[in-house]
C-alpha cells in the first residue's frame, strides 16, 4: 500500500488504530472522526452467473451500497453477496475491518461512490485493523481500476 | 377438545419424535448470539428438504447487524404509519434486541404450480433449519410481518423482487422462555376414508 502511494506520489498519513475499535462506526465515535468524512470498502461477490465475479466498493460511512438499482447491473448478475471474510483474505490479503482500496490486484474493480469524491480528506481501511489511512479522495483518479460512479451508493 | 403438546410425549418417543412435540416459537431471546457455525450447519440440513423436481428454489441471507437495524427501523416506519410513534417505539426497540437475523427466500417461476410446489419446499426447509437448531438449543421465530413485503427490504437484503420471493424473516438465538401451547387432537383433523 505504501509503496503504491509513493509511486503515485500522493500524500497520505497513516493513523494508528486499535483493532478492537477498527469498525467504522466505533472508529469515528472513539478518535472523533466524522463519519462524512470516513468511507468503507465493500467488497462484493456474484452468486450467480458461470463464473464469479468481485468488486470493491468505496463509499461514505453515512451511506449504503444501492446494490438493487447499481451493483448488481454493473456485476452483471442476479444475486450478490458480502464476500465473505475468507473470500476477502484470499482475494486482498486483508481481513474484513481492515481492508483498503490502495493497492488491490488489478483484475479487481474498484468503484467509488461519487459522495467520496466531494470530500476534502477521507479516512480509509489501512490494510489491517491496527491501521487507518487519511488522504485526498483524488488519488481515486489516477487509479487505473478505479471508477467513480454516481449513484453507487445512497444515504442510509 | 384440545391438548397440551406435551401430552403425548413419552420416553418410549424417538428422538424426532421429542424434538418435533417440543419446539415452539420463540418469542424472546437472550441477548448473546449463537454460533454462526451452528447457522451455516443448520443451512446445510435445510436444502435437504422435500422438493418436487429438484429445482432447490431456496436462498438464504445472513444478516449482519447493519441489515438488521435497517429491517427494524423499516419495520417501525411501517408501524408508526398504521398504529402511532408509541408503537413504533416499542417495536424498533423489541426488533433491535434480536440476537440473530436470517432470511429466507424463494425463486419465482412463471409456472404457478412449480411456484406453489417451491414454496411449500422452502417452507419445509425452514421447518428442516428450525429442528437442527432447536435440538442443539438454539430457538427461531419465523416472522411474516408486512415489512418482508416491502420493496425496500428487498433492497435491504440485496435480493431481486422479479426473481425471488421473501418466505420469512426468522429469528434465531437462545430462548428465554419457551412456551407452552395446545393443539388439536389427532381425532379432530383426521378423515379416515374406506
Sequence with gaps: ?156 | MSAPATSLDTESDSIAARLLRSRRTIHDFKPEPAPREKLLAAIDLARWAPNHHATEPWHFYLLGPETAIGIAELNAELVEAKSGPEAAAAKLERWSAMPGWLVVTCDKSDDDLREREDYAACACAIHNLMLYLWDEGIGVKWTTGAVIRDPRFYDLIWADPEVEEVVGLLWYGYAEEVPMIRRKEVDEILVSLP
Design chain 1, 1 to 156: 500500500m505504501r509503496e503504491t502511494l509513493d509511486a503515485l506520489g500522493h500524500p497520505f498519513e497513516l493513523m494508528d488504530c486499535d483493532p478492537s475499535l477498527a469498525d467504522t462506526d466505533v472508529f469515528c465515535d472513539h478518535y472523533g472522526v466524522d463519519p462524512w468524512d470516513s468511507a468503507n470498502t465493500i467488497l462484493v461477490a456474484s452468486k450467480s452467473g458461470p463464473e464469479q465475479r468481485f468488486a470493491a466498493c468505496v463509499l461514505l460511512s453515512t451511506t449504503k451500497l444501492d446494490v438493487n438499482k447499481v451493483v448488481r447491473k454493473r456485476l452483471g448478475v442476479r444475486r450478490i453477496s458480502f464476500a465473505s471474510a475468507e473470500q476477502t483474505e484470499a482475494l486482498t490479503g486483508m481481513i474484513i475491518g481492515g481492508v483498503t482500496p490502495i493497492a488491490l490486484p488489478p483484475s479487481l474493480p474498484i468503484w467509488v461512490d461519487q459522495r467520496v469524491m466531494q470530500r476534502e480528506a477521507i479516512v480509509l481501511g489501512g490494510g489491517d485493523r491496527h491501521t487507518k489511512l487519511k488522504l485526498a479522495p483524488s488519488l481515486f483518479s489516477r487509479l487505473e481500476q478505479a471508477e467513480i460512479v454516481e449513484g453507487l451508493a445512497i444515504e442510509r
